[in-house]
């Protein structure tokens, strides 16, 4: 089995990772030349860099012509760019506005915990890309964790399968981001819009595929290609793939949106 190389969270020191994390005093160096930034600075500007031209741009000596600094002297901020990973990520978490989900319907909860995830990914298209197997533990990802589990409360669900479903959930929201920014980088890149694409090319299609040999992906493709005029609608698959993952839930649970809440 081959890895798809991807940025990760948790791939630097564990140990000095938290304490920027948590803000430790024990992370800042005790000896050197005195701090004129702040961490937060650090971390602003790398988000920023990020925001605008994707995690590439992300490298010391960019971010230290953002801050008007030496390269070397970030160093004595964060031990290097995949710790500076997590602090992005964590930033980002805790700036997430939470919705208050207090007396709603548990579909109603769980649409806004999508929802707000939708959000995150759409304000930093970069972090749809990290893999976060090992999550940052950061001040953000636990309270981002801890407000979302509460969407699952009370459902009569173990804490194992709590955190399974909420697993499944933020899966889904991520997978779709990325889905959405390959089409529209592909969008952004071409010279034709989608519409304009299977118009061009229906004629070569229609001579190449065969409804006999290929039925259903000729009909079904058929069908989808012109209800979205594209061979991908971001908007329906969001629609469609939230809407199965809470009827998959609804079954889990007993479906017990009228008394449970």
């Known amino acids: 089995m081959f890895p798809i190389p991807s940025p990760r969270t948790g791939a630097g020191d564990p140990a000095r990772t938290l304490r920027l994390l948590w803000r430790d005093p024990a992370a800042a160096p005790r000896h050197g030349p005195s701090q004129q930034l702040s961490v937060e600075q650090v971390v602003a500007a790398a988000t920023t860099l990020a925001d605008a031209e994707g995690l590439e741009a992300v490298t010391m000596r960019r971010i230290a012509q953002r801050l008007g ?128 694409w299977w118009a061009a090319n229906a004629p070569v299609l229609a001579g190449v595929l065969d409804p006999e040999a290929y039925p259903l992906a000729v009909r079904v493709g058929s069908a989808a290609g012109t209800a979205h005029r594209a061979a991908y609608s971001p908007a329906h698959a969001y629609e469609f793939g939230l809407q199965v993952i809470l009827d998959g839930f609804g079954a889990l649970v007993g479906d017990r949106d009228r008394q449970v809440r």
């Open 69 to 196: 600094v030496a390269a070397m002297s970030l160093y004595t901020y964060v031990p290097g760019k995949a710790e500076l990973l997590d602090l992005m990520l964590d930033a980002a978490y805790l700036r997430m506005p939470r919705a208050d989900m207090t007396g709603q319907p548990w579909r109603q909860r769980l649409t806004a915990i999508a929802a707000e995830n939708r959000a995150l990914f759409q304000a930093h298209p970069w972090a749809a890309a990290i893999s976060t197997v090992r999550p940052p533990l950061g001040p953000g990802q636990m309270a981002k964790y801890e407000h979302e589990l509460t969407a699952l409360d009370g459902l009569g669900l173990d804490d194992i399968q709590m955190d399974a479903a909420l697993t499944h959930l933020l899966g889904f929201v991520q997978a779709w981001a990325r889905a959405a920014a390959g089409a529209e980088a592909a969008q952004a890149e071409g010279a034709l819009d989608d519409e304009q």
